[in-house]
T-cell receptor, first 113, second 113 residues
Framework: DAKTTQPPSMDCAEGRAANLPCNHS???????VYWYRQIHSQGPQYIIH?????ETNEMASLIITEDRKSSTLILPHATLRDTAVYYCIVRVAGAGNNRKLIWGLGTSLAVNP | DAGVIQSPRHEVTEMGQEVTLRCKPI?????LFWYRQTMMRGLELLIY????????DSGMPEDRFSAKMPNASFSTLKIQPSEPRDSAVYFC???????????FGNGTRLTVT
């Protein structure tokens, strides 16, 4: 399974957009990009996932480059409650592959007042 | 939806004692995962159940660790005997099917002295 590269930490001002990058240059055609986040003292929380097209939900937007070698998670109006570690993971499509997630160290996002 | 429920939230025990961690997955979810998280190694998958059957236990560190899922609404992770190096946060996660996003509990912080 492909691995991902993320910056270890980022800062963002409250109310501004937070753009979290992720490189996955060895991603295969059947691998999805997933984003989770982990707020302090809590379990990881699913945010969004995508294959080729950009995706948006109530939490965030996911922009995937045309060559699929990188992606960006966008939190449009960051709040203090968005301070967390954000994990970018690639996952092969198909049954049983949740067991093969490689979590890495993620990006620690600090949203500042 | 109460989410994945884990108990206890914190456990402090002495080396050599038996430890049992408990998990109630989200109703209707048929895949269950046990993870361990440490600063050094991040999130590691210990064992994965599908329809109450252990499918992959290759991540269980050694014979001191065992996991059961007697029914669809309950799972346990047991460590006997416990050692200081077992100190970590243990997470349980469930998913609806083997491909859907994971839903995590808030973990059990285990300290073995």
């Amino acid at each position: 399974d492909a691995k991902t590269t993320q910056p270890p930490s980022m800062d963002c001002a409250e109310g501004r957009a937070a753009n979290l990058p992720c490189n996955h240059s060895t991603i295969s055609g059947n691998e999805y990009v997933y984003w989770y986040r982990q707020i302090h003292s809590q379990g990881p929380q699913y945010i969004i996932h995508g294959l080729k097209n950009n995706e948006t939900n109530e939490m965030a937007s996911l922009i995937i480059t045309e060559d699929r070698k990188s992606s960006t998670l966008i939190l449009p109006h960051a709040t203090l409650r968005d301070t967390a570690v954000y994990y970018c993971i690639v996952r092969v499509a198909g049954a049983g592959n949740n067991r093969k997630l490689i979590w890495g160290l993620g990006t620690s996002l600090a949203v500042n007042p | 939806d109460a989410g994945v429920i884990q108990s206890p939230r914190h456990e402090v025990t002495e080396m050599g004692q038996e430890v049992t961690l408990r998990c109630k997955p989200i109703s209707g979810h048929n895949s269950l995962f046990w993870y361990r998280q440490t600063m050094m190694r991040g999130l590691e998958l210990l064992i994965y159940f599908n329809n109450n059957v252990p499918i992959d236990d290759s991540g269980m560190p050694e014979d001191r660790f065992s996991a059961k899922m007697p029914n669809a609404s309950f799972s346990t992770l047991k460590i006997q005997p416990s050692e200081p190096r077992d100190s970590a946060v243990y997470f349980c996660a469930s998913s609806q099917g083997e491909s859907s996003p994971l839903h995590f509990g808030n973990g059990t912080r285990l300290t073995v002295t």
